[in-house]
Structures are given as C-alpha cells and as structure tokens.
C-alpha cells in the first residue's frame, strides 16, 4: 500500500488509498468523513473508477494484479469498451478474497506467534530477575562468609598469639620454679648443714657440761634377758654378728626356694597331669584320622614321629621331675607346646569337618526336601526300633548275669564295658553257637571216648602185631633191605607219644586253623610230617573238621586223643568267652568252629 | 559378747603385756596393773608426773612411763615392786621413748633428733646413736628383735644403719637413693627392709639385710606419693598405699606390682558386698525416754544402727580435700593385712566413713564397710580374720568373711570408742574412750 502511485492518479484516488490506508487521517481530513459516513452516495469524486477512466481502472488494476502474482487473471473490458467481463472479473475478485483471507490467516497466526513470544519474553524476563536476585543474595552471603573467615583468622591470630604468650609464660613459670627449687635444696641443704652443726655443737656442749641430770637411777640392775652376761665388743663379736645374718638370710633363701620348688613340683605334676590328657584325648582319634584323611598323611607320619618322641620325653621328664634339670625341663614345656598345637591343630579339623558336614547336611536339605512327615515317621519307626532293642539287650543282661553267676562281679564289670546293642547281638548270637557246639563237643567226646578206648585196644594189638613183626624181622634180618622200616615205625610210635603234650601245649591257637601262627606252630613237626603224611594229615583234618573226625578218624586211632584234647581246648575257650564276649580272637574262632557245621 | 565394767584411764593409754597375763593403764600420774581375767588391780605404781607413754617390755616383767615434758623415764618391775628404776635425760630434753626388743634396754630420741640415747638396765651404760634422722617412721626392730635400722641425715644424705640389738653393735652403714626419706619397716621375716622416699616422690626401695638393694618400686612421678605401707604377715605382699587413693601390691619374689587397688566413689564390682550401716532413732515416746537419756545430749549415742547389703552399684560418700594445703585429706591413709594374710583392709582419707576389705586369695575387693560416721581406727583380730572398727560413737563394728555386726556397748554415760586393742588371744577386745575404757569379750565365732 505504501507502494509509489503511478503518476497517472488523481488526487481523489490518493485521499480514498489514504483514508483506506490509516483511520488517523480520517481526522487529519475532516473533509472526508460524509463520504465515509454515507458509502452509497459515491461521489464522483471519491469513486476509484468512474466512466471516464475505466480503462486506466482496469489496467491500473490489472497491473496491480500482475505485482500480485496474478498474472493469468485480468479485467477486460468488453468489447464494446462499455462494463467489464463478468467471469475474469469475478475470478479475479474470488483470487483477491482468497488472497486476502490467507493473509488474514497468516496476521492471525503472526499475532498468536507474537503473542507467545511475548509470553516467553516475559517468562525470560521474570526469570532473569530472579536469578538476578539469587546472584544478589549469593554474592551478600559470600561476602558474609568472608567477614567470618576473616574474623576467625583473627581470633586465631590472637589465639595463637596468646599461646605463644602462654607457653613462654610456662617456660618462664618453669624456669622460676626450678630456680626456685635448686635455690631451695640449696638452702634447705645450708640450713640442715647449720643444724647439724648446731646439733654438733649441742652435743658437744652437753658433754662438757657433764649435765648432772643426765642420770640413770636403777635400785638394783637386772640380768640380761637371755641369762648370759653382755659381751665385750671385739672382731669375734663382729664375725659372729656376720655369721649370724648371713645365716639368716641363707634360712630365708632356702625357705623361699623350698616354697619355690614346691610350687614348681605342684606345676610341673599339672603339667604332666595335662600332657597325659591332651594325650589320650589326641591318641584314640588319630587312627580314625588316618583313615579318613589321606592327604595328611604326611603330616600323620610327622605326628607320629612326633608321638614317639614324646613318649621318650615324658619317660625323660618324668625323670625329671626328680632331678629337674634345665634340659629336662626344656623337653617337658616343649612337648607340652607340641602337644598343644597338635589339640589345636585336632580341633580346628574338627571345627572344619564339623563346618562342612553341617554345609553338606544343609545342602542335602536342600537338594532332597525329603516331607517332614517321612522324616518324622523314620525317627518314630527308629524310636521304637530302639526301644525294642533295649529291652531286647536288658532281657540279655539278666540273662548272662544268671548264666554267668559265679563270676559276678566281672561280668557285671564287662557287662558295663560293652553295653551297646551291636554287642549284645554278637553274644547272643555267639552264645547260641557256643551252645550249639558244645553239644556237638559232647557229643564227639562221647565218639572220641570210645573210638579211644577202641584205640588203646587197636594200639595194644598193634603193638603185639609189632613185636611179632619185630621178632619176625630180627629173625629174619637182611642188612639194607627194609632198613627204614623199623627207624619209622620207631618215630611213628615216639610221635604219637609225643604228640599229646605238644599238641595241649599248642592247642589253644589250634583251633584258629589256618592261621599261620598254627603253621608257625607247626613247622617242628614238619619232618615228622613227611615221615608220617598220613598220621600229620590226619590230625590236620581232625583239628580242621572235628565233625568229620568220626568218619575220617575210624581209621586211625593215634588221632583222636589228639582231637579230644582240641575239643576241651574248645571247651575251655568257650568259658572264657562267656566271660570276654568282644575278644576278636575268641570270636573268629568261634566262626571258625561253625562254619563246618 | 560380753563388755567389762568402765574404767578409768588417761591419754589413751592402756596395754596389754605380750604374754596376755596383765592390762596396764595409766590414770593421771598413776599406773595400774590387771589381771586381765579378773580385772582385779595387782599393782599400783606412782609416777612423778602425768604419763604420756607407756610400754611393756617384750618379756611383760618391766612396765615404762615415759614424762616427756619433765624428760623423765620411769620403769617399774611387775615381780618386784619395789625395784624401780629412773632415767632423766636432763636438759637436752625427750620426744620418744621405747623398749629395745630384748626388754634390758631403753632407746631415748633426744629433742631436735639430736640424737638416741640407749639405756642399759643391766649395766647402767648409755650409749649415743647420732644423727637420727626426724621423719615418718625412722626406726624399726625386726619382728625377732634382732636387728634395728636406722635412718640417719648426715651431709644432706639419708642413710642408714642397721644394729644388732644384741650388743648395739653397727652391722651395716649404707646410703640410700631416696630425696628425703620417710620411713623404713622390717618385713616380718626380718630378711628385707623396705624404705619408702618423701610424699613428693613415689619411690620405694628394698634393702636385703646385707644392705644390697634388691629392688627399686616406682609407680608415677610428679604428684604425690607413698602415703602409707604395710607387709603381709607372711612377708610375701608389700601393700602401698598412695595419695592417688590407690594401694599397691608387690611380691616377693619380683619384687613387681601383682594388683593395684582402687578406691572408685562409685562401686560396681559385683564380687564385693557393699554394707552400709544404717542409723534407726530409738522411737521410745514413753516415759522410757527419761531424763538421763535427755541428759546423754547428743541423740547419736541412743540411735541403733544395722547393716543393709546395698544394691549396686553404689555410691560412697566422698570428701572434697582441700589441695591448697599441705597434707591433703586425700589417699591411702591406713593399711594392715589380716593375721591369715588373706585380707587386706585399707581407708581412703577422702572417703573417711568407709573400710575397705580386699581378698589377697581372690585379689579383689570383697567387701567395703560404709559407716554413718568417720572411722577412726579399724584393727585386724590377731588369730582369726576378724576386724573391729570403731567410729567414735558408742558402737563397735565387726567384720568377717561371715558378715557384718555392728554392737552397741552397754555403757552408762556417754562412752565413745577412739581406738581399739585387741587381746593377743583374740578373744576379747579393749575399747578406748577419751578417758574410759572397756573390755569386750567374745564368746563364740557365730557372734561375730
């Protein structure tokens, strides 16, 4: 709008585009409000287009157009230069409203934009204030804070000034005093010498006056307590008063290390009180140990190296509690310590295993969350199990006891010793076999006795049938032929005579059978044995199966007086074992004996 | 328990002869010998002045009174009662007087410490000991009376000198490392001397009866020290008690501290039994309540009092000593073991109405005694472990492992006991008031 008007226009066209333009000047031109006021009445000289100028209208306008970027669109005049086409026209008109009301659109979008940014400078403007005012507040504090600060550094100053002030002030408090105090001793020293010298002085005065008062009035003088008479000062008076307080203090002396060696005899007994314990509480584990931990085996080797020492050394100190010589002493404290780490060395594996298992146990838990119930019912089954069994073992004690009356006392003894279930089973069950073959034993020496006394006939028809032979023999005799004969029949008969003691003698391990203490036991006789094989195996099998003795042993007599002194053997362990039930030797030897039958 | 009659004495100064037999007492210039069963008087002898000491000797055949203004010694014979004997130290003047252990002679410190004059019964002679030096305890006779030591200051040094009574003969002169010593004491085995330095150092030095310096004991420095000491029986412990309120215990072999002792106002140790005694007025509004009893003045004396276990922890009254003064109110005061050795009873100054006990087997405290009053005097039963502690009232306390008793004396008047003596037997006790006394006998163990 502000755009240069073509030079063409009238005036009348710059004061419409002017009124147009900006409402002020409608009162800077007061002649123009009538035609505002009244639009109808276009006065001819307000109208923009008039008949005359219709065609500068039209161009001027489409000119307009052209400036608008409308180009495709214009006024044209009719034909006859006379009103306008009505279609351009109109679309023109339709371009310009379209025009206008985008740029309507656009002010309004412009306005709203203006206002938000107003709205935002406002924002920032408010903001700004107030940091303003914070920096303000800030920068007082800051100063405020310095102010302190500089205070402070002052009032320390001041502090330390008046410490330096104070120290000296020590110092020189110090020095006085141990001015003061030398002053003092070495004054206190003159006076007490002036006073020594006064006293001196007293004295001597006292003497020389030979102060009559100075009196003792006894009515009659009075013997010495000790009857004797007083004793002229000499050097024997002198060595005798040495002599007797040396002595005094030797008694003290030797009264304090009497006190003293006693004290020390009470510890070391404690001690080796102590040694012995840590011992036996260490000893019985240590198999156990051995088994089940392999890998300190070392260590175990060590320990028993160790064990074997200390042993020595206990022997040693225990001398040496006598003596008690410094050495001695060494060895004891030093086993002692060894005896220490070794406990607690023991304890802490124990803790370990004890840490570990509990771990285990928890981590079973977790892995097998077997139900409570079951668990339950297991300790409640276990429960009457053990009831179960105790009466069971209670109903065998009574019942040993009675079997075993005449020695009371150490079967109740032993009874106390081997008190566990398993143990009970083991006798019982050994008893029944006991009894069992105690049967079978009767039975046999009932067999044996008779198959003896068929012997001793055999024997004595043998031995006649051997004097007859012998007799035949020496009749007939040849020098070689036949030579070993005789000779073996003469060991044959001289075993079988000698055979009876020995085998009592060895009759106890006998019964272990193969056991090579048996061979051991044996093998004296192995000459005779291979003299003799038949005789030798004989016995061996009487001893091995007794049961099969009476089959086998028909044959050979020699043999079962041989077996029957086996089976009282066999009788007689069977009464110790009533009374040693857990002895391991006795028991295998019971299997031994049951497992043929 | 039964209580004597009152009788009449001066100065506190009444004592019992070493075999048990007599009770001597003095009453102003009078000296009266009991027999300590009966009580009936054997002896009367009259001196030349009010006595001021008085001493058996150790065999309990001779008596000494001791005039110390006058400077007069006077010894009497209780076989011969007209044997008499008299010592004027004449104008050099006398401070003490005492009995050598063997009962023949008479050991005088002079006036100023000038020097100690011995006095022989047998032969008239006198001797001169000089240079003794003034302090604590600067003279003591080994419990067999064989040995004395001595201290003794020449050239502002302490020395000192160890006799045989016997012949008064010098058996060893040494020097000690002390600043200014205070007192030397014989263990009871006679074999070590413990020597002790001035309050302003803590020093404690052991002497072997050669005079070779076993050992050297020093448990602080700067404030104040050894206030007092005490052997065990047994000579095995050397008790000491200081002005930090703490007693110290050192053995015999070492010669190091085994325990120390403290005396804390307040008492949490659960082992210890805490007896507070407890004052009840006699509430008697009849006409019980007569004249005499308004005559006796003070109520205290006509109170009762037991003994309440208190609860712990407890507090113990205490006292704010003044520390501007010298010899502050303040420390170990008073020490001594049980005859057994198993005890130890100790008094704080700053704690004035409370005795402690301490179990030397057990090494901790076992039980402390809070009186309504200040304690004066508190002494061990010779055979058995019993203590009797008096507070100056009309009470006697007794204390054993049992318990605790406290016995109101059956006397007319006004009788307060200031000090205690106990028989050497053990079964009865010599109460001393300001001019009485009263023997109370103890019947059987379960009264104490």
């Known amino acids: ?597 | 328990m039964n209580f004597s009659e009152v009788f009449k004495q001066t100065n506190q100064l009444c004592r019992v002869s070493p075999d048990g037999k007599y009770l001597a007492t003095c009453v102003q210039y009078r000296l009266v010998i009991r027999d300590v069963n009966t009580l009936q008087i054997l002896q009367l002898y009259t001196c030349l002045d009010q006595v001021v000491h008085m001493e058996w000797s150790s065999d309990s055949l001779f008596i000494l009174c001791a005039m110390y203004k006058r400077g007069l010694v006077q010894v009497w014979s209780l076989e011969q009662p007209d044997w008499h004997c008299k010592i004027d130290e004449g104008s050099i003047g006398l401070l003490s007087s005492r009995w050598s252990p063997d009962g023949r002679h008479i050991l005088n410190t002079t006036e100023f410490h000038l020097r100690v004059t011995v006095w022989s019964l047998c032969n008239k002679s006198v001797s001169y000991i000089k240079y003794p030096k003034a302090c604590q305890k600067g003279m003591d006779f080994s419990t067999d009376g064989r040995y004395m030591a001595l201290a003794e200051r020449r050239d502002c040094k302490d020395y000192i000198s160890v006799f045989v009574c016997n012949d008064w003969h010098l058996l060893r002169h040494f020097e000690t490392e002390t600043q200014d010593l205070a007192g030397v004491e014989w263990s009871p085995n006679g074999c070590v001397l413990a020597v002790w330095d001035t309050c302003l150092e803590y020093k404690v030095l052991l002497y072997s009866l050669d005079g070779r310096l076993l050992s050297t004991y020093s448990a602080y420095e700067w404030s104040l020290g050894i206030k007092s000491i005490a052997w065990s029986p047994s000579s095995q412990f050397l008790a000491i008690g200081s002005y930090d309120e703490k007693v110290r215990i050192l053995n015999h072999i070492t010669w190091k501290k085994i325990v120390e002792f403290e005396h804390p106002a307040t008492i949490n140790n659960t082992k210890a039994v805490v007896y507070r005694e407890v004052e009840k007025r006699l509430t008697i509004a009849s006409d019980d309540l007569s004249l005499q009893q308004l005559s006796m003045g003070s109520s205290v004396f006509n109170s009762q009092s037991k003994y309440e276990i208190c609860q712990l922890p407890v507090q113990v009254p205490t006292v704010q000593p003044d520390t501007d003064r010298a010899n502050p109110k303040v420390g170990i005061s008073s020490l001594s073991f049980s005859a057994d050795n198993r005890y130890l009873a100790t008094k704080n100054d700053n704690m004035p109405t409370c005795v402690w006990v301490w179990d030397m087997q057990r090494v901790g405290l076992q039980a402390v005694l809070e009186q309504a009053s200040v304690v004066r005097c508190f002494v061990w039963d010779p055979r058995r472990p019993r203590l009797a502690v008096c507070t100056a009232n009309s009470k006697l306390y007794l204390w054993s492992p049992a318990g605790c008793v406290s016995v109101r004396v059956p006397v007319e008047g006004c009788f307060q006991v200031l000090s205690l003596l106990w028989h050497c037997s053990g079964d009865s006790l010599i109460l001393i008031g300001k001019d009485q006394l009263c023997l109370c006998y103890m019947e059987t163990e379960q009264e104490s």
């Open chain 1, 1 to 597: 709008m502000t755009m240069p008007e073509p030079a063409y226009e009238t005036k009348e066209i710059c004061s419409v585009t002017r009124l147009l333009m900006s409402p002020s000047r409608q009162n800077s031109v007061p002649a123009l409000p009538s035609a505002l006021l009244l639009p109808k009445n276009y006065s001819v000289l307000s109208a923009f287009c008039t008949e005359q100028n219709v065609n500068q209208c039209t161009s001027y306008i489409n000119q307009e157009m052209g400036s608008l970027g409308l180009c495709g669109l214009s006024v044209e005049l009719c034909d006859g230069g006379e009103g306008l086409e009505a279609v351009s026209a109109l679309n023109l008109m339709y371009e310009l409203l379209q025009v206008n009301r985008r740029s309507q659109r656009a002010l309004e979008e412009m306005e709203n934009l203006h206002l938000r940014s107003t709205s935002d400078l406002e924002h920032l403007q408010h903001g700004h204030t107030r940091l303003k005012d914070q920096l303000e507040y800030i920068r007082r504090e800051n100063s405020g804070l310095h102010e302190g600060e500089r205070q402070l550094q002052l009032k320390i100053k001041t502090l330390q000034s008046c410490l330096k002030s104070e120290k000296e002030e020590v110092q020189k408090l110090q020095s006085i005093i141990s001015s003061r105090a030398t002053q003092y001793n070495h004054d206190a020293k003159r006076k007490e010498r002036e006073c020594t010298k006064l006293k001196e002085r007293l004295n001597q005065l006292l003497v020389d006056k030979r102060d009559k008062k100075l009196v003792i009035e006894v009515s009659n003088t009075i013997g010495r307590s000790d009857g004797k008479r007083g004793l002229w000062k000499t050097g024997k008076a002198e060595a005798r008063h040495e002599g007797e307080m040396y002595t005094a203090l030797l008694t003290d002396y030797e009264a304090r290390q009497r006190s003293l060696m006693v004290e020390n005899a009470e510890l070391k007994k404690v001690l080796q009180q102590m040694k012995k314990d840590m011992m036996s509480i260490l000893s019985p584990k240590k198999p156990v140990a051995k088994g089940a931990v392999p890998e300190d085996s070392l260590e175990q080797v060590d320990a028993d190296a160790e064990e074997e020492e200390e042993e020595e050394v206990c022997e040693s100190s225990r001398e040496s509690l006598e003596q008690s010589c410094e050495q001695a002493r060494e060895q004891l404290t030093n086993s002692i310590r060894l005896q220490w780490r070794r406990l607690k060395n023991h304890m802490e594996r124990l803790d370990s295993q004890a840490s570990l298992a509990a771990s285990q146990e928890r981590e079973r838990d977790g892995e097998e969350l077997i139900s409570r119930r079951v668990h339950e019912e297991e300790l409640q089954r276990l429960r009457l199990e053990l009831q179960q069994c105790r009466d069971f073992v209670q109903a065998q004690q009574q019942l040993l006891q009675q079997l075993s009356s005449p020695c009371d006392e150490e079967t109740a003894a032993l009874l106390n010793d081997c008190y566990t279930l398993e143990e009970k089973e083991r006798l019982k069950e050994e008893w029944r076999l006991f009894e069992e073959q105690k049967r079978n034993f009767e039975k046999e020496r009932k067999s044996f006795t008779d198959a003896a006394i068929r012997l001793g006939h055999e024997r004595k028809a043998f031995e006649d049938d051997r004097a007859t032979w012998m007799k035949n023999q020496f009749l007939n005799m040849t020098p070689f032929v036949d030579r070993k004969r005789p000779a073996k029949s003469a060991s044959t008969s001289a075993s079988s005579l000698g055979a009876e003691p020995e085998a009592k003698v060895i009759s106890t391990p006998a019964p272990l059978t193969k056991s090579h203490s048996y061979t051991a036991f044996n093998t004296p006789k192995a000459p005779i044995s291979s003299r003799t094989p038949s005789t030798a195996d004989l016995y061996r099998t009487l001893r091995l199966l007794p049961d099969n003795s009476c089959t086998r042993g028909s044959g050979k007599r020699g043999s079962r007086l041989d077996s029957s002194s086996v089976h009282s053997s066999g009788e007689h362990s069977t009464a110790k074992s009533r009374q040693r039930p857990p002895d391991s030797s006795l028991r295998s030897h019971a299997k031994d004996f049951h497992s043929p039958t």
